[in-house]
C-alpha cells in the first residue's frame, strides 16, 4: 500500500553505471532549470504549497480503483501535477515525491534516483502539458477539450515514461529492447487508461468547484518558458513514439549503437565495463575464493556481533547518565 | 488510523544511530556504488559487500535480517531482467517449452540475471540501514551539507512534515468511500468506467485540499515572520572519529570496487 503500483521506479543494480550517471546529469539539469524558474517567477509562497502538493501527490498514489480480475487503476500524478500547476512547479513537486519514496521507502534506488527523476518528474510532467496545452488550445479551451486532453495528456505521460524506463534497462544491458519496449509499451497502454480516467475524474470535479486552477482561461499558457515546456514535451513524446520500435529492432541497444559508431573497441578497454559480457571464468577458483569470500564475511559479522555483545554488557551502569 | 508509523525510522541507541548523518549519507552512496562498479560474476566481491551488509546491520541492532527481508520489496522488478537468462549467447544451460516456443538459458544469461538481483538486493540493504537508523531532519542537513540546493531541501522537509497528515487525508477518503460501497465490484457495484469516475473525484477533492491547506500553512508560516527564505542552524562541524570512519569506509570500499574490478 506504501509503495507505488507502477513498476516504473527503477531499483538499483539494474541500470548500467553509465546509464545512471548520464540521466542524473540530465535529472540534475531538469531540475536545475525548474529550481532557477522557482526562484525567478516563482512567489514566496509555493515553497510550502509545493511540499504539501509533494505529500498530496504522495498520498494520491494511494487511491486506486478495483478494474477487474484483482487488477486495479492507480494515479502517478505526473500529468494532473503538470495540469493544474504548470510545467516548472509539476517538475519540482514530482522531484520530491519521486526523491522522498526513493530515499525513505526504497522505492527506487539512489543511484537510479537521477534516471527515476528523469523518468516521472521531468519526461512525464513536460509530455504530459504538451499534450494537454494542445489539445485544450485546439478546442479553444472548451471544457470538453479539458477533459480529452487530460484523458490523452495522462495516459501519454504514462506510456511515454514506460517506454524511457525500457529503453534504459536496453541501454544498460539489462534487459533486451526487443522484449523490454513491447512489454513495458503493452502494460502501460492498459495502466495508463486507468490513469487517464482518474485524471478526467479529478479534473472534472475542479471543474464543478475551483475552475479557475484548470487554466483554461485564454492566455494561461501564454508564458515562453511554458511554450518552450509545451513543444519539448511534444517532441519527447513524438521522438519516443520513433525511437522505441527501432530501438527493438536491434535488441542489444548500446552494442548496436557501439558497432555502428565503431566504439565498442573503446568500451572493451575501459576500467570497468560497458556492457557486461562474461562467460564463466575458471570455476574452481572462483568458488574457491567465494568460499574464502564467504567465511570471511561471516567472521566480520561475527565479529560485530561478538563486539556489540560485548559492548552491551558493559552500557547499563552508563545509560543513567543521559 | 494513524500513519506515523509510515516512518522507517527505528528508534535505538546503537553505534549505527549514534553516527553523524552526514557520514552514513556518504557512505551508503558509496557502498551502493561500489556495488554498482562491481563487475557481474565477481562473487566474492558481492559476499564481502554483503557480509559488510549484514555486519553493519547487527551493529545497528535491528537484528541481522530486519534489512535482507525488507530488501525483497524490489523483487518484482527482477523481472525486467529476466529476459537476459534466455536472450545472451552462449553455452545452454536448460530449455523451457512453452507450447510451440523453445527458451534456452544460457550461462552468460543466468550470470547477469544473478548479479543484477544480487546488486539490487545488496544496494538496497545500505539505503534501508540509512533510513532506519536516521532522522529524517537529519538527512535533510546531511543532504544541505552535501549541495543538495537548498529550495529543494525545504521541499522535502515541508513534504516529509506533512506526508502523514495527507495520507491520512487519502485513507479517510478511501473509507467513506468503502462506507458507501462505492469499491463493490460484480453484482451489486457498479461499471468499472463509474468505479474510475469516483476514484478521480477523490483524487480531485485531495488535491484541492492539499491547495487549501498548503495555502493555509504559507498564512501561517507569514503570520511568524516568513519572507520566503528557509533558515537553519550551520552545520555543525564532524568529529575527527567520524571523519576518520568516513575516510576509512570510502577506501575500503575503493579496495574492494578496484579488487573486484581487477580480478575478474
Known sequence: MLYSPQPMHIPDGFLSILVSLAFWVLAVAGVGVALWRAGKELDERKVPLMGVLGATIFAGQMLNFAVAGGTSGHLMGAAIAAILLGPWSAVLVMTSVVSIQALLFQDGGLLALGANIFNMAVVGPFVAYGIYQTIVRLGRGRSWAAFTGGFVAAWTSIVVTALVVALQLAFSGTSPADVSVPAMGFVHTLIGVGEGLITVGALAFLHATRRDLLGLAPGAASKRSHQAVWIVGLLIALALAVLSPLASEHPDGLEWVAEEKGFLNAAQDAPFELIPDYLFPGLSDQALATVVAGVIGVAIVFGVALAIAYARRRRPSAAYEV | ?264
Open chain 2, 1 to 264: 488510523m494513524h500513519y506515523h508509523f509510515l516512518d522507517p525510522y527505528r528508534p535505538g541507541d546503537s553505534v549505527l544511530h549514534a553516527l553523524d548523518a552526514r557520514v552514513k549519507l556518504i557512505l551508503s552512496v558509496a557502498f551502493i556504488l561500489a556495488v554498482a562498479l562491481t563487475p557481474a560474476g565477481a562473487w566474492p566481491i558481492y559476499v564481502l559487500l554483503l557480509a559488510l551488509a549484514v555486519a553493519l546491520a547487527v551493529a545497528s541492532e535491528l537484528g541481522a535480517t530486519y534489512a535482507l527481508k525488507r530488501a525483497l520489496i524490489a523483487l518484482p522488478f527482477a523481472l525486467a531482467a529476466l529476459p537476459s537468462l534466455f536472450t545472451l549467447p552462449g553455452a545452454a544451460l536448460f530449455s523451457l517449452h512453452i507450447g510451440h516456443w523453445t527458451l534456452t538459458a544460457t550461462g552468460p544469461g543466468l550470470e547477469r540475471l544473478l548479479s543484477v538481483v544480487l546488486k539490487s538486493w545488496i544496494s538496497m540493504q545500505a539505503a534501508i540501514l540509512l533510513t532506519a537508523t536516521t532522522q529524517f531532519p537529519d538527512l535533510l542537513v546531511a543532504m544541505r551539507a552535501i549541495k543538495v540546493p537548498r529550495l529543494l531541501v525545504a521541499i522535502f522537509g515541508l513534504m516529509w512534515r506533512y506526508l502523514f497528515v495527507l495520507v491520512d487525508e487519502a485513507i479517510r477518503l478511501t473509507r467513506a468511500r468503502d462506507a458507501r460501497s462505492g469499491s463493490l465490484t460484480g453484482r451489486g457495484g457498479r461499471s468499472a468506467w463509474w468505479r474510475a469516475r469516483v476514484t478521480g473525484g477523490m483524487a480531485g477533492n485531495l488535491f484541492l485540499r492539499g491547495y487549501e491547506r498548503g495555502e493555509r500553512i504559507y498564512a501561517a508560516m507569514a503570520a511568524r515572520g516568513y519572507d520566503g527564505e528557509v533558515r537553519a542552524f550551520p552545520l555543525p562541524s564532524l568529529a575527527s572519529g567520524q571523519v576518520a570512519l568516513l575516510i576509512g569506509g570510502l577506501v575500503s570500499l575503493a579496495t574492494l570496487t578496484l579488487l573486484g574490478i581487477w580480478l575478474w
